[in-house]
């Protein structure tokens, strides 16, 4: 996992990220283990040349490939092209990605396809004890998975895969589940292997792509939140989750991704895990009380205590409503806004500080905490103005700047 922050209002928008990355390792029997680095570059300019910044998070790869590699190939494909506005440079970013044979050849692509079945298929092997709860199980799946819409470029012609796709579900199969408990269940498991990738199911292996900066003709910065998992059919599998521009009322926001608690919790006033816990604990116990209470009255024969627990739960409901949409009103107003106002009018420098803040911040709670350590490493730290375009405020190199003098010199190339 990790931690990425973006700081925005009208003048410009900061990102951070650090710089842990988590690996997945596939051993032969379908266990997946995870590894841990500090060193990982999540954050890039989309262009040498125009106001684009990209972050990535989650896995650190797609169809097989780096993001790192698919970045900075991109950036040597556009050269200096710009575009008016920000969503042409996402949507040529990854029309860019369709059908690249170069970065995603084929077997390459079958590959990828596998160990992502082979995840999906482990995430639904733990209740499956017999060739009848597996069955069960499918259908199940099968059902639910028939209810969502497909996934972005993808139709129902798609439901027949390649002979070439099929056998990699085959394969998976055989890895996960044992084959007693999959017998006769083929065309079963072959369907929902087919839904998982064309439906809008989210995968476990994505990532999260977020592009923001200005486009030519852009006065705001924008930014647009992605998660992308699968390139296959010559497209790739992503959906649209969020996508903000700072203007009216809502000019300066903090916005959060991978892993967010800390960054809510400063801005709500409370941690959302904690404040989540405090409302389900509320509901249970207020629901119950009519009962408790109403129950207790030897007066009342059983039909009257009826009534009355009905009107009691449904008034009690209402109350515990309004509560919270109180108290949502006081967060909001005492926390929230006091923060992302102040935010409106902050120069450059203050947003780039406050974005680092938010993922140093973050990482000191999961050092303290007893679970692995999912954010860390150095923090990177760029702004991103219509002006100034992509500046660099702190940036990690894996190499002695001293010693690598034609590096910059070759930055410009557009051959590099």
Not at 142 to 171: C, G, H, R
Not at 233 to 248: F, S
Request: hydrophobic content about 40%; charged content about 25%.
């Amino acid at each position: 996992m990790t931690a990425e922050v973006a700081v925005i209002n009208k003048s410009a928008v900061a990102i951070a990220s650090d710089s842990a990355v988590t690996i997945e390792l596939i051993d032969s029997s379908g266990r997946i283990n995870d590894k841990i680095y500090n060193t990982a570059n999540k954050l890039f300019s989309l262009s040498k040349y125009a106001p684009i910044g990209i972050m990535v998070y989650n896995t650190m790869e797609l169809g097989g490939v780096p993001w790192e590699t698919i970045i900075k190939e991109y950036r040597k494909h556009i050269v200096d092209t710009k575009f008016d506005h920000l969503e042409q440079y996402a949507d040529n970013f990854f029309d860019y990605l369709c059908g690249n044979t170069n970065l995603f050849p084929e077997k390459q692509i079958q590959n990828v396809l596998l160990k992502a079945i082979v995840r999906y298929f482990v995430s639904i092997s733990a209740t499956i004890k017999s060739n009848r709860t597996a069955k069960q199980i499918f259908d199940k799946e099968i059902a639910a998975l028939d209810k969502l819409e497909y996934a972005e470029s993808f139709s129902e012609s798609n439901i027949q895969l390649p002979q070439e796709y099929i056998s990699q579900i085959d394969a998976a199969a055989n890895m996960v589940f044992k084959k007693s408990l999959i017998r006769n269940l083929k065309t079963k498991y072959r369907k929902l292997a087919t839904l998982a990738i064309i439906k809008e199911e989210q995968l476990s292996g994505y990532t999260g792509v977020v592009i923001t900066g200005f486009g030519e003709r852009d006065v705001f910065p924008k930014l647009i939140e992605y998660k992308t998992d699968l390139i296959l059919l010559n497209k790739v599998r992503k959906k649209k989750i969020k996508e903000y521009i700072p203007e009216g009322f809502d000019a300066g926001k903090v916005l959060s991704f991978a892993q967010e608690d800390i960054t809510r919790t400063i801005l709500d006033g409370i941690n959302p895990s904690y404040a989540q816990a405090i409302l389900n604990s509320a509901v249970r116990f207020i629901a119950n009380l009519p009962d408790k209470i109403i129950d207790d009255i030897v007066e009342l024969d059983a039909a009257k205590k009826g009534l009355y627990k009905k009107s009691a739960t449904l008034a009690s409901m209402d109350a515990i409503k309004e509560f919270f949409l109180r108290m949502d009103k006081e967060r909001v107003e005492k926390h929230t806004f006091q923060i992302e106002n102040a935010i409106q009018m902050m120069p450059f420098s203050e947003l780039a500080e406050i974005a680092e803040l938010f993922i140093k911040l973050t990482q000191v709670r999961r050092r303290l905490s007893p679970d692995s350590e999912t954010v860390g490493g150095p923090i990177d730290v760029a702004v991103i103005s219509k002006a100034d375009g992509f500046v660099w405020i702190k940036r990690k190199f894996y190499f002695d700047k001293n010693l690598n003098y034609s590096f910059y010199g070759n930055y410009f190339d557009a051959t590099n």
